[in-house]
Nanobody
Framework: QLQLAESGGGFVQAGGSLRLSCTGP???????IGWYRQAPGKEREMVSC????????AIADAVKGRFTTSRDNDKNSVYLQMNHLAAEDTATYYC????????????????????WGQGTQVTVSS
């Protein structure tokens, strides 16, 4: 069974930065990996998406310009760099292995998660 593990969450003041990692045997070369988040009382939303070799990424409008995603396939790892954090970024962050490789207008898409990690909590104080 595929395994994913997120790490790097924590408590940070507004304006600060965190780098989340998604690692494990589930992070397989050429798998599309998504980062999602879920705040209390809200639906889970996609934050970022990265292609199998890392040459194509998508970032949600809510975090565009502040968050980036990257990967190191030699380390079976995908990262989410979060800068200029704000209180509304407070959520549990999950990585996922996506089903398939979907592109829309040449941009990778994450909308079919099939394996989830356990999540890592990010709390931003205002």
């Amino acid at each position: 069974q595929l395994q994913l593990a997120e790490s790097g969450g924590g408590f940070v003041q507004a304006g600060g930065s965190l780098r989340l990692s998604c690692t494990g045997p589930g992070v397989v070369k050429y798998d599309v990996i998504g980062w999602y988040r879920q705040a209390p009382g809200k639906e889970r939303e996609m934050v970022s998406c990265i292609s199998g070799v890392g040459d194509n990424t998508a970032i949600a409008d809510a975090v565009k310009g502040r968050f980036t995603t990257s990967r190191d396939n030699d380390k079976n790892s995908v990262y989410l760099q979060m800068n200029h954090l704000a209180a509304e970024d407070t959520a549990t962050y999950y990585c996922s292995v996506e089903a398939g490789h979907k592109f829309v207008n040449g941009v990778i898409q994450c909308d079919s998660p099939r394996v989830w990690g356990q999540g890592t909590q990010v709390t931003v104080s205002s």
